[in-house]
C-alpha cells in the first residue's frame, strides 16, 4: 500500500481488527522509508451501503464525510485522535449493521453521530447539533443544552 507521507510501498502491518461483524478489516500500518503511521480499510465487495438524503436522492455512504463533521465540532477539544477514530468506526458499524436493502437515511447517520458525540464530548455534540439540526436562534442552543444537562445528570 502507498503511503500518504512519502509515496513509498513499503509498508508493514501493525494491527489487524475486524469491524462491522466481520464484513471489514482495519489495518495500522507503518512506512518502512518513512515511519509515518496510517489506516487501511479492508472491506468485502457487496452491495454499497446507501444514504437516503430528505430529498430522497441517494447517494453512496461517506466515511470521510461523517469524519469531517466530526473532526470540525471535535475542533480544539481534548479529544485524541485514537478516540475519534474509533468514534467513527462505530458509527460506520452501526450504519452497516442488519440493513437487508443497503440504505439508510441521513438522518439516521446524523443521529448516530450525535449520540456518540453525547458519549465523547458534550460540547462537540452541541456543536454539531447547531448545524445538523440547523438552530437559527439562541432558544435553540439553550433548548438541546438543557436536554444534554437532563440526559448528563442522569447517567
Do not use: W
Not at 502507498?2 to 469491524?19: A, M, Q, Y
Not at 471489514?24 to 480499510?41: D, L, M, P, Q, V
Not at 440547523?134 to 443544552?145: G, P, S, T, W
Request: net charge neutral; aromatic share 8%.
Amino acid at each position: 500500500m502507498r503511503c500518504p507521507h512519502c509515496g513509498s510501498f513499503d509498508d508493514k502491518v501493525i494491527d489487524s481488527r475486524t469491524l462491522a461483524n466481520g464484513d471489514a478489516i482495519r489495518r495500522r500500518r507503518e512506512c518502512c522509508g518513512c515511519s509515518y503511521r496510517f489506516t487501511s480499510y479492508e472491506r468485502t465487495e457487496d452491495k454499497q451501503l446507501m444514504v437516503v438524503k430528505r430529498s430522497g436522492r441517494r447517494e453512496p455512504f461517506d466515511r470521510a464525510k461523517v469524519e469531517r463533521g466530526i473532526t470540525r465540532a471535535l475542533e480544539k477539544r481534548p479529544v485524541s485522535q485514537m478516540s475519534i477514530e474509533r468514534l467513527i468506526n462505530e458509527i460506520e458499524d452501526q450504519a452497516m449493521t442488519g440493513r437487508l436493502n443497503h440504505e439508510i437515511d441521513a438522518a439516521a447517520v446524523g443521529n448516530l453521530v450525535l449520540e456518540k458525540l453525547a458519549e465523547l464530548d458534550k460540547v462537540a455534540y452541541i456543536r454539531f447539533a447547531s448545524v445538523y439540526r440547523q438552530f437559527e436562534n439562541l432558544d435553540e442552543f439553550v433548548q438541546e443544552i438543557k436536554k444534554i444537562e437532563g440526559n448528563f445528570h442522569h447517567e
